[in-house]
């Protein structure tokens, strides 16, 4: 690249190898990231056409990912809101 030669004075030899292999590894990690989403696409996909509702399929994901108590004041807070106005 240009200007490679002004910025090696920056960065020794040793902390420019380190940048590098820390560039790449973030760099493949992008892409195995890339390959899981598209497995998670296919995965949603099969349980649409098994007649899974894919938008609840993903509200459930996200719901066991919290932790239990969290989630159960959410929805108590959640239901008085909606009481407080008249919706339930």
Same mark, same amino acid.
């Given at each position: ?21 820390? +560039?790449? &590894? ?6 195995? =990231?890339?390959?899981?989403? %598209?497995? *998670? ?18 509200? +459930?994901? &996200? ?6 108590? =969290?989630?159960?004041?959410? %929805?108590? *807070? ?11």
């Amino acid at each position: 690249m240009a200007g490679d030669d002004a910025h090696s004075d920056v960065l020794n030899q040793d902390a420019q190898g380190r940048l590098r292999t820390i +560039v790449e &590894r973030i760099e493949r990690l992008e892409q195995e =990231k890339a390959e899981v989403m %598209e497995q *998670i696409k296919e995965v949603f996909a099969e349980a649409k056409g098994a007649g899974f509702d894919v938008k609840i399929l993903r509200k +459930v994901v &996200r719901l066991r990912k919290q932790d239990r108590a =969290k989630r159960q004041e959410e %929805e108590a *807070i959640l239901d008085l809101y909606l009481s407080a106005i008249g919706e339930i």
